[in-house]
């Protein structure tokens, strides 16, 4: 079955220093992968989703950037934090359905 | 752009009573998934339907897409507390299209 990693689970990061958030999926390959945020009790945006190794499509406009340079890993990054970047983030895998890892909580003070 | 309208946003019910809730859209999707999230953690798949008029049943949740699927809800019978959760509804079209996201319905059974 697939598995999404997704670490840390927590994370208070000052405003101006940089994120790496990483996610990495066992059990296929070749998924499709996703970088959700999400903001209070309700719904997913998302924010960048990857194809392939290399590929990345970013879906809105903002301080954060992601790369994946394996076909099992994927990252989300930022040089400078913003206070608005605070929020729960999310890796999913898409297979034939999402698989979501357990998340990051990012406070940004 | 494709939306998926979930309703209600919020639903606070008693223990045992029976509720619905709603997923509509003015697109057809080729599939129809549901999640249940709880605080802190990522969202968990509860079923796939993909076949207009599909009823599916998960213990107390039944699940139906809609004939022209474009909508889908989520009946469940005789709540319970651990029924509590944020409940998102999520349509797919294939391929490497990303799934489109409701904003969820968020429910809490009262004991």
């Known amino acids: 079955s697939q598995t999404i990693h997704q670490w840390p689970a927590t994370l208070v990061q000052p405003v101006g220093s940089p994120l790496s958030l990483e996610c990495t999926v066992e059990g296929t390959s070749n998924p499709n992968l996703y970088w959700y945020r999400q903001a209070a009790g309700r719904g997913l945006q998302l924010l960048f989703y990857?194809?392939?190794?290399?590929?990345i499509s970013s879906e809105v406009p903002q301080n954060l950037s992601a790369s994946r340079p394996q076909d099992r890993q994927f990252i989300l990054s930022s040089k400078k934090l913003l206070l608005s970047d605070s929020g729960f983030y999310l890796c999913?895998?898409?297979?034939?359905?999402?698989?979501f890892g357990q998340g990051t909580r990012l406070t940004v003070v | 752009t494709q939306l998926l309208e979930q309703s209600p946003q919020f639903l606070s019910i008693q223990e045992g009573e029976n509720l619905t809730v709603y997923c509509n859209s003015s697109s057809v999707f080729s599939s129809l998934q549901w999640y249940r999230q709880e605080p802190g953690e990522g969202p968990v798949l509860l079923v796939t339907?993909?076949?207009?008029?599909e009823v599916k049943k998960l213990k107390r949740l039944t699940f139906q897409f809609g004939d022209a699927r474009k909508d889908s809800s989520l009946h469940i019978t005789a709540a319970q507390p651990g029924d509590t959760g944020l409940y998102l509804c999520a349509g797919g079209n294939g391929g490497n299209t990303p799934l489109v996201f409701g904003k969820g319905t968020r429910l809490s059974v009262i004991a």
């Open positions: 990857s194809v392939g190794i290399g590929q």
């Open positions: 339907v993909v076949t207009g008029g």
């Open positions: 999913a895998g898409t297979f034939t359905e999402a698989f």
